[in-house]
């Protein structure tokens, strides 16, 4: 079992790929601490893993409120005694309908004529609001859990963490100015806290998954889904049990020469 006697905390655990890497990792050995913004989902995920005769416990939280961070970190000590690896794997991704509508006009135009006039408005009529929660479930919840991760690790020099990028962070995604803002900031932020920790045991690499099969993708319309599938050499979408599988590789001592890297399972839609 590759991560056997390993311990666990992985953020947005309760559905998608975070459950996937939750269910990936238990199998491999490890016990989990499972955190999801909702308490059911959390705890579901956990039984899950507990009935299939693993190790886990929730904990719900709310990854861009530092203070919540700090809370949960605290409970996962107190109840583990131990964190070997983070996945910081939190967050959503908000289409409108506006971008929804201007899309598919755009892929029409674009199969009509080779090429588009049109703007997907996304980023003038985007709110503040948008904008901010964005950057805070995904950047700041990122940089909240990394620093409450390193005060244990650092002390025991050794750990591993796993952030989670994404196709938008390597080339942008149009229509999501805020989302690929963010993963593009966790990118370079996994590159910088690599250097500053590997000389402490500590490792630090980042997935990027191009379009994966998991419940964010039902935003998309049937073109865009289509287009996508289009553009991908794959010839497919990518599963959550592909991504799970590069994160058990990056937590496992098998990747021990991997630091600050970027690995992207995206069928070749970005090489």
């Known amino acids: 079992m590759r991560l056997k006697g390993k311990v666990a905390l992985i953020t947005g655990a309760g559905s998608g790929l975070g459950r996937e890497i939750a269910l990936a990792f238990a199998r491999a050995g490890a016990a989990v601490g499972v955190n999801d913004l909702g308490a059911d989902a959390a705890a579901a995920v956990a039984g899950e893993i507990r009935a299939g005769g693993g190790e886990a416990a929730p904990f719900p939280a709310d990854v861009s409120d530092s203070r919540a961070v700090f809370q949960m970190f605290a409970k996962h000590m107190g109840d583990f005694q131990a964190l070997d690896v983070l996945v910081n794997n939190a967050g959503f991704v908000h289409v409108t309908d ?37 950057l805070a479930v995904h950047l700041d919840g990122t940089f909240y859990c990394t620093r409450e991760a390193l005060k244990v690790m650092e002390a025991n020099g050794r750990g591993c963490i796993v952030n989670m990028g994404s196709l938008a962070s390597l080339t942008g995604i149009a229509g999501a100015p805020d989302y690929s803002a963010a993963k593009g900031a ?4 996994t590159k910088s806290v690599a250097r500053e920790v590997i000389g402490r045991g500590v490792r630090v690499n980042a997935i990027a998954p191009g379009y994966i099969e998991t419940p964010l993708l039902g935003a998309l319309t049937d073109a865009m889904r289509a287009s996508i599938i289009a553009q991908t050499p794959a010839g497919r979408l990518g599963t959550a049990a592909e991504v799970a599988a590069t994160a058990v590789f990056l937590a496992s001592d098998e990747s021990s020469f991997f630091v600050g890297q970027v690995l992207a399972p995206n069928g070749g839609l970005y090489m």
């Open 98 to 134: 506006q971008v929804r509508a201007n899309s598919d006009a755009m892929i029409q135009e674009v199969m009509t004529t080779g090429r588009t006039t049109r703007s997907l408005e996304a980023t003038k009529t985007m709110e503040d609001g948008a904008w901010r929660r964005t």
């Open 186 to 189: 966790i990118t370079a932020f």
